[in-house]
């Protein structure tokens, strides 16, 4: 098994990424690579990973989906007290990873998160379809529970106490914004000699460019 596995390997070939056609914001490269990625019909676009670390140092990583991205960082939505908020709330540094494997391509993301505005988690939460709303009231996310009727006795649960009224965000569910320290576009290149372009905000907070070896 371990040679089979040692054995999988693609060359990358599609395209290249030099220092002169980058954009000399990080915001606008990754507009530039995500109008790309939907151009290209990719499924699931928006996965990302988050990788968080507790008080303890102890990391942890999961798949969530950006829901917003502008001048001021990248946002996803969550329920606060899940494992990530527990996290998030001792230890506000985390990293995004994008992984577009269809252009050979990654976004890293590193940097400092905070919670969105009550306003803006509403507004978001009432774009959600009916059942996600019904959801965030019925899942205490990253508990033990004893076993899946749980969940179906809350669905059942607030389905009856909201009936055909409006469904309000509870209090323990919002957004987030990831503010970058530091943004590294990856693309891929033949013989594992990819291109690495890294965005580092420097203490003026100014945007350095560099080129990282692969």
Same mark, same amino acid.
């Given at each position: 098994m371990?040679n089979i596995?040692?054995d999988?390997?693609?060359d990358? =070939? /599609?395209? !290249?990424l030099q220092?002169?056609d980058v954009?000399?914001?990080?915001? %606008?490269q990754?507009?530039? @690579?995500?109008k790309?990625?939907i151009?290209?019909?990719?499924?699931?676009?928006n996965a990302m990973?988050l990788?968080?670390a507790d008080?303890?140092?102890a990391?942890s990583a999961?798949? &969530? /989906?950006l829901?917003?991205? %502008?001048e001021?960082?990248?946002?996803?939505?969550? #329920?606060?007290n899940s =494992?990530?908020?527990?996290d998030?709330?001792a +230890?506000p540094r985390?990293?995004? &990873?994008?992984?577009?494997k269809?252009l050979?391509?990654?976004? +890293?993301? $590193?940097?400092?998160?905070e919670k969105?505005? &009550?306003?803006?988690?509403?507004a978001?939460?009432? !774009?959600?379809?009916?059942?996600?709303?019904?959801g965030a @009231?019925? $899942?205490?996310q990253?508990?033990?529970?004893?076993?899946?009727?749980?969940l179906? *006795? #809350?669905?059942?649960k607030y389905?009856a106490?909201?009936?055909?009224g409006?469904i309000?965000?509870?209090?323990?569910?919002g957004?987030?914004l990831?503010q970058?320290q !530091?943004?590294e576009?990856w693309?891929?290149r033949?013989?594992r000699l990819?291109d690495?372009?890294k965005?580092r905000k420097n *203490?003026?907070?100014?945007w350095?460019?560099?080129?990282l070896?692969?």
């Amino acid at each position: 098994m371990g040679n089979i596995i040692a054995d999988i390997r693609r060359d990358y =070939k /599609l395209q !290249s990424l030099q220092e002169k056609d980058v954009a000399e914001q990080p915001i %606008d490269q990754f507009d530039r @690579w995500w109008k790309d990625a939907i151009e290209s019909e990719l499924d699931e676009v928006n996965a990302m990973t988050l990788a968080t670390a507790d008080a303890t140092g102890a990391p942890s990583a999961r798949i &969530v /989906l950006l829901k917003g991205y %502008d001048e001021r960082g990248f946002v996803f939505f969550t #329920n606060y007290n899940s =494992k990530k908020g527990q996290d998030i709330a001792a +230890n506000p540094r985390v990293s995004l &990873v994008f992984f577009w494997k269809e252009l050979e391509r990654q976004v +890293n993301i $590193s940097g400092s998160i905070e919670k969105v505005s &009550v306003a803006e988690s509403d507004a978001y939460f009432q !774009s959600r379809p009916v059942g996600s709303r019904i959801g965030a @009231w019925c $899942s205490p996310q990253s508990t033990v529970i004893a076993d899946r009727q749980i969940l179906e *006795d #809350n669905i059942s649960k607030y389905q009856a106490q909201f009936g055909d009224g409006p469904i309000p965000k509870p209090d323990h569910w919002g957004g987030y914004l990831v503010q970058p320290q !530091s943004v590294e576009f990856w693309q891929g290149r033949s013989s594992r000699l990819h291109d690495r372009i890294k965005y580092r905000k420097n *203490d003026q907070g100014l945007w350095i460019i560099e080129r990282l070896a692969p």
